[in-house]
């Protein structure tokens, strides 16, 4: 058994063995990034049943979140500015560094911005990096607010308040900390809007939840949308009606019935297996999947759909149709998708300008909205003043309030008289 107690050593050959040890550890340390980069852009972590890069790390390589991610954003920095693995190995910057300067590196600029970083601290990086892609202020005035009875680890310090400044300039890290076995510390930030339909929600349960227990509403408000979500994804519901005797002429469409048993049977899990058993982990995203694909004659049964991530539907096509087919068939959607994206955004602006009212049919609004009539009926109505460019604003006001008929007269009366009052309606 290795031994790890070097008291035997002497300073002299303590003082050699450090810095010579570090060097080597820097040395691996940019081989394994270079690795990572390598398998990575191969996507090596599907067929070993994980769903990113991520999710290997963690459970292959046994890094923790934090340190897996360091690692792969350094990786790719590195794949595309190779350089970054050559100061890494010779100690001219840290990790801490290469991760504060990866996001920033392009091959244009890797090697000014690395040589610019050479032997800097953590501090002096982040200078350099404000000096040259500058942000915005932070607010003047911040205090920091004790939070009652918070865990340490949450971090006080991270919980701010900002005065003078709005509210969506204060924001703070959304986290979870267990406090034990069976309980669990959640913070984050919610906005103006999702605060009053909470308060509202409070209201509605009434005296079922004491206004004081959050906790219980927050529970039940994600019972509510599991719930829902789950009718969404599978049609699930406290009855469930049976398939009817006509089956769908769509090859593709996979019926709620079949979609609630497989999601039963495979547990919301992507079912992809590693030959060494493995079996890929993700729960979020997966999709309903054709074993034999539908273009080989493949049915929606339930023998015939499971459940697989992004990552592994595709990499299953990949294997049964070729990298290449399946690369080109991603390019066609994607380009489709861009084409019906610019045909929207075409037909949303035809129907403004279509809808934009002539300046003389602008001006008869506001006095059909007077009477009480909401805005887009009054926007409506003042349509059939388009050929009165040159009438009196009495006169198309008039004949704007032509459109509602006798529903006009049974809920106003009379109508207003058109006064100059420098543009706001009075009623006569």
């Not at 963690?58 to 100061?87: M, N, W, Y």
């Not at 079922?208 to 009718?231: F, I, P, T, W």
């Amino acid at each position: 058994m290795k031994t790890y107690s070097l008291t035997h050593l002497s300073n002299e050959a303590l003082d050699r063995e450090l810095p010579a040890k570090a060097a080597r550890e820097k040395g691996a340390t940019a081989e394994l990034l270079a690795t990572i980069a390598e398998f990575d852009e191969r996507k090596r972590f599907l067929p070993a049943a994980y769903e990113s890069m991520l999710a290997y790390c963690i459970g292959e390589l046994g890094l923790s979140r934090d340190e897996a991610k360091q690692r792969i954003h350094i990786a790719r920095a590195g794949r595309t500015c190779p350089r970054v693995f050559e100061v890494l190995e010779q100690g001219r910057i840290h990790l801490t560094g290469l991760r504060l300067l990866a996001p920033h590196l392009t091959p244009e600029n890797a090697d000014d911005l690395l040589s610019a970083a050479i032997h800097k601290s953590k501090e002096d990086i982040e200078q350099l990096l404000a000096a040259r892609t500058p942000r915005l202020d932070v607010p003047a005035m911040v205090a920091p607010v004790a939070v009652e009875g918070a865990p340490e680890h949450l971090g006080n310090a991270d919980l701010q308040e900002v005065r003078g400044a709005p509210a969506a300039a204060v924001r703070t890290r959304a986290c979870v900390a267990p406090l034990s076995a069976e309980a669990f510390a959640v913070q984050f930030t919610r906005s103006r809007k999702a605060d009053e339909r909470f308060r509202y929600l409070q209201s509605l349960l009434g005296h079922q939840v004491s206004r004081g227990d959050l906790a219980e509403v927050y529970a039940r408000a994600v019972e509510a949308l599991v719930a829902k979500m789950e009718r969404v994804r599978f049609g699930a519901c406290d009855k469930p009606r049976k398939g009817g005797s006509q089956a769908s002429t769509d090859p593709r469409y996979v019926s709620a019935e079949t979609k609630r048993t497989v999601w039963k049977r495979d547990g919301g899990q992507c079912t992809y297996v590693s030959e060494s058993g493995h079996r890929c982990e993700a729960t979020g995203d997966v999709q309903f999947d054709h074993v034999v694909e539908v273009a080989r004659g493949g049915q929606s049964t339930v023998d015939n759909i499971r459940l697989r991530c992004l990552g592994h539907n595709q990499h299953t096509a990949e294997k049964t149709f070729g990298a290449g087919f399946m690369a080109e068939k991603r390019k066609e959607a994607a380009e489709a998708r861009t084409r019906a994206k610019a045909e929207r955004a075409r037909i949303r602006e035809e129907k403004a300008e279509a809808n934009r009212l002539q300046p003389h049919e602008e001006e008869v609004v506001p006095w059909i909205c007077a009477l009480g009539i909401r805005e887009h009926e009054a926007r409506i109505a003042a349509r059939r003043c388009g050929d009165m460019a040159d009438a009196r604003l009495e006169d198309r006001v008039k004949r704007a309030l032509s459109f509602f008929g006798a529903r006009i007269s049974r809920t106003i009366s009379p109508v207003p008289a058109v006064a100059n009052t420098g543009g706001i309606p009075t009623m006569g």
